[in-house]
């Protein structure tokens, strides 16, 4: 597990709109070959910017240009630039500051440490919490966890497991697993230098950012190794979280099992 990570990204500057006589452009007349041929140009806009986001183009926390720069840019009104840029903020690809302008966002912001991690005090606010590493090493993918991450049974993964601390209380048992070929170089000595949230770590360190995530919810009796690493016994209730994360183009990057201690915590999860 040496060496650093390989990943490489390609710059490339976003084709730009030629002629726009109306603001009705299918999508071969901004390159994008695979799009509805009558999307809305404004989704139009979305994936372009989407795609520099991808390529590295704006890095995470970095802002984006002005909506009049990419009017300019893509040829469009700055309210097509606008609706665009508006649809990603809501999908929490990028955030807007009042007076500052548009930022990439990332997982490193304090107020994004708890948009994946739903497990809330009695009182309704996100409590702090320590993590500790069980273990860390790279083996090869069981059939279970090569399928949701699109891999071939047997290609090399890494597999984390770990607890999080709030305050007296072991409340999460996590069993992470994560691509080899994305996470060369991820070792148990770099996670335990790391002290900032994991998709963090992800995003900075290895160029791979959780986009999305699709969950299983389930209640279960905590089996013997489970009630170990927790500190209940076993048949202890507990909440099950099964989750597939994806980062750019639907990919996905991320197969993660979750034990949670819902004693004095509940799971929030907000539908919209």
């Known amino acids: 597990m040496s060496g650093l990570c390989s990943n490489t990204r390609m ?14 452009a299918n999508s ?12 809305p140009l404004y989704q139009q806009i979305k994936a372009l910017i989407t795609q520099s986001l991808e390529a590295g183009e704006w890095k995470p926390g970095a802002p984006i240009p002005s909506e009049v720069e990419l009017a300019a840019r893509y040829q469009v009104s ?7 840029i508006s649809v990603l903020a809501a999908e ?15 997982h490193s912001e304090a107020r994004a440490q708890f948009r994946f991690l739903r497990l809330l ?14 273990e860390c090493r790279r083996l090869r993918a069981p059939a279970e966890i090569a399928q949701p ?28 697993w994560l691509p080899g070929s994305l996470f060369r170089g991820l070792t148990p000595e770099r996670l335990a230098a790391y002290h ?34 927790l500190g209940v016994a076993p048949g202890h209730p507990l909440l099950s979280v099964e989750r597939v994360s994806y980062t750019y183009g639907d990919r996905p990057v991320e197969v993660r099992r979750g034990w949670y201690v819902t004693d004095t915590f509940y799971y929030q ?3 919209s």
Not at 11 to 24: A, D, K, Q, V
Not at 28 to 39: C, K, N, R, V
Not at 121 to 134: I, K, N
């Open 92 to 106: 929490n690809l990028l955030v807007r500051r009042q007076g500052k302008g548009t930022f990439v966002a990332t």
């Open 78 to 84: 700055q309210g097509t630039v606008r609706k665009a």
């Open 269 to 271: 999860n907000d539908l």
């Open 28 to 39: 071969e007349q901004i390159g994008l070959s695979h799009a509805p041929t009558f999307s």
């Open 149 to 176: 991450l699109e891999l071939k049974p047997n290609e090399p993964v890494i597999l984390i497991k770990r607890t999080l601390q709030f305050g007296e209380l072991i409340a999460v048992f996590d069993e992470i």
């Open 11 to 24: 710059n490339r500057s976003p084709p730009t709109l030629s002629r726009i006589p109306t603001e009705i």
């Open 196 to 229: 900032g949230p994991l998709y963090g770590l992800f995003e900075t360190e290895f160029g791979t950012r959780m986009i999305r995530a699709s969950e299983k919810i389930r209640a279960l009796a905590a089996d013997a190794a489970v009630a170990a690493a």
């Open 121 to 134: 005090s009695e009182e309704g606010a996100p409590a702090g919490y320590t993590s500790h590493l069980l």
